[in-house]
């Protein structure tokens, strides 16, 4: 088999394995911040730019999502799939700029391509063959691209990293043929890839500065690093320029420094009472109808599913980001132990294949600075990340760092080396092999997961919500109150709009469930227009439902490594059946309804 024949029958295969995790998540929306880009690109399809644009999440995919809306106008109840199979189409891309880095990662650092197993002049090192590159390469890609990341996840992330491989290729051929046309072709996918998502501006300083390098001369270095950046912000110049209209001054986006103060310095609380020098800083801070119980209204101030999340950056306009040295160290540290418990150990099982057949002295670490130009953009963006979230405390999803895990992954193998020696080949094939069955049984492993799913043809418990409270008289449009911990995909996907959330359910010791909870429905109907509250004793949400697994699990195994206890996110208060004889149970979901008028 050629190896033109063998990309031809991975890309086939990936893109039947993305339309099969398309359909197996047809009814399910990922998070919350799936509902955010939806009412950005709903925004953007009426041409709402005003609206549409804010401070937190990057325009780029919304976009392209509200023109698929609207060419195809797809209905309410099929915009999710319409969006999932967007994505696979974003997959293509992404697989084709794969490709383009693959193919120059290979030409470009020709050492690192042999035939492995034989001996050959002055060849030091042993080698894996072309095919076996691309067998490594592609089988990383397809676990992480899909099962990290994935089809179902209505975000950017695919744009990030389409972004990310082209760069890395385009810098890579800089090397060889260095070019001003180039450097602006590198500033402008860079530039792309920050209208994407903002976390591409480590990786942008990082590929340009590395790609001007080898040049051979002060004067050359200057002027390609200033075309670089001139053609990276000319294609963000519009989204700035939109973002210093909106909020009055000159911006390039607010969800760095609102992460770190939500996530890493926990001075400010996007819903509940904010300590009082917090909110004296904000210029729009949300109406707080109650302080015991805790319920916050943003009524008619944003037209999105949930306000708060739509566009965290309007309640958070005025906040000034405090830096705190001991939260940071924390925050790294608990990011750190939680990559490694996600990817670091398959590295460390490929490192120890390797190690356990070469001979102590046949294994050399080099190669550092000749795939500097790889690893270090991804890592410094992956650092850029766990510097501003605190993983393990919020939603804590691997699917950030799915890119990044493929080019550090390679640039292991190019680094880690191997004596030209019967046991130095013999550990290379190892190593080899190794990584192929991890990230193919992790690959295998969530395809039937997915096939499981079609086979069964669920529909997940949010969007059989959305039907129920339909059939129960809610209409789109309608306005509710959250009761619960909960995410806002079921209103969402029922085109309801959350108005206000009850933060905090719990009644102090004097005050029995009934009561507490007749309180909160009496200031709802004087305090809001809301139509309806709903209440949740438990969370629907199959991500929800994992994430707080998740967390959990981590968090009792850092206790256990380290002796040290994270604090734990307050307990779901539960109603006893008695005080809720007056909500209606909803068909076939864990969840109650008060119609408030």
């Not at 973002?243 to 996530?263: C, D, E, P, Q």
Request: charged share 15%; hydrophobic share 50%; aromatic share 12%.
């Amino acid at each position: 088999m050629t190896n033109d024949r063998l990309k031809t029958i991975f890309f086939v295969l990936m893109i039947a394995v993305a339309l099969i995790q398309a359909f197996a998540y047809n009814t399910a929306a990922y998070s919350t911040d799936d509902c955010a880009y939806l009412d950005q690109a709903v925004l953007f399809a009426q041409f709402d730019f005003k609206q549409a644009v804010n401070t937190y999440w990057s325009p780029l995919f919304p976009f392209i999502v509200g023109m698929m809306l609207k060419i195809f106008s797809p209905p309410l109840a099929q915009q999710l799939m319409a969006v999932k199979l967007l994505n696979v189409c974003i997959f293509a891309l992404m697989l084709s700029c794969f490709n383009f880095f693959l193919s120059k990662f290979i030409s470009g650092f020709p050492e690192v391509v042999g035939v492995a197993g034989e001996l050959s002049g002055d060849l030091t090192y042993a080698r894996l063959s072309q095919r076996q590159w691309l067998i490594l390469a592609y089988s990383l890609f397809a676990w992480t691209s899909l099962y990290v990341g994935g089809v179902n996840q209505a975000t950017p992330d695919y744009l990030v990293s389409a972004s990310l491989f082209l760069a890395t290729g385009i810098a890579i051929d800089i090397r060889s043929k260095p070019s001003v046309r180039k450097f602006g072709l590198l500033g402008a996918v860079l530039g792309l890839g920050y209208l994407a998502k903002a976390s591409m501006i480590p990786s942008m300083v990082t590929l340009i500065f590395i790609s001007m390098m080898p040049l051979p001369n002060i004067r050359g270095k200057i002027l390609n690093v200033i075309v670089a950046f001139a053609c990276a912000g000319l294609i963000a110049a519009p989204y700035w320029l939109a973002l210093s209209v909106k909020t009055g001054s000159f911006s390039i986006g607010s969800s760095a420094g609102l992460n770190y103060m939500l996530w890493v310095n926990p001075g400010y609380s996007l819903l509940g009472n904010n300590k009082p020098d917090v909110e004296k800083q904000l210029i729009h801070p949300m109406v707080s109808l109650s302080d015991k119980p805790d319920i916050v209204v943003f009524e008619d101030v944003l037209p999105a599913t949930f306000p708060p999340w739509f566009d965290p950056g309007y309640f958070a306009q005025g906040l000034k980001v405090v830096v705190s040295p001991t939260g940071s160290a924390i925050a790294l540290v608990l990011n750190v132990v939680y990559l490694f418990c996600l990817f670091g150990w398959q590295l460390l099982a490929i490192g120890v294949a390797g190690r356990s057949i070469a001979e102590k002295q046949s294994i050399v670490m080099s190669g550092w600075k000749e795939s500097l130009i790889i690893w270090l953009p991804a890592v410094m963006t992956a650092f850029g990340i766990c510097t501003v979230i605190s993983l393990p405390s919020g939603f804590s999803t691997p699917r950030y760092f799915a890119s990044t895990v493929v080019l550090v992954y390679l640039s292991y193998f190019f680094v880690r080396k191997f004596l030209n020696t019967e046991r130095g080949r013999k550990a290379m094939q190892a190593s080899f092999m190794t990584a192929c069955v991890i990230s193919g049984a992790l690959f295998a492993y969530g395809v039937a997961g997915d096939v499981y799913r079609v086979a069964r043809g669920r529909i997940d418990q949010p969007a059989r919500l959305a039907v129920a409270l339909h059939e129960m008289g809610l209409n789109p449009g309608d306005k509710v109150v959250l009761i619960g911990k909960e995410c806002a995909e079921w209103a969402r996907i029922a085109g309801l709009k959350i108005s206000a959330i009850v933060v905090s359910e719990k009644p102090d010791q004097m005050t029995d469930d009934k009561t507490y909870l007749r309180s909160i429905v009496e200031k709802l109907k004087t305090g809001t227009r809301a139509k309806a509250a709903v209440y949740f004793p438990e969370p629907i949400s199959d991500n929800l439902v994992e994430e707080e697994a998740l967390i959990r699990n981590y968090r009792n195994l850092f206790t256990t490594l380290t002796g040290i206890k994270i604090a734990s996110p307050p307990e779901r208060s539960r109603f006893n059946q008695e005080s809720l004889e007056d909500w209606k149970k909803v068909r076939g979901v864990e969840c109650y309804l008060y119609f408030l008028r």
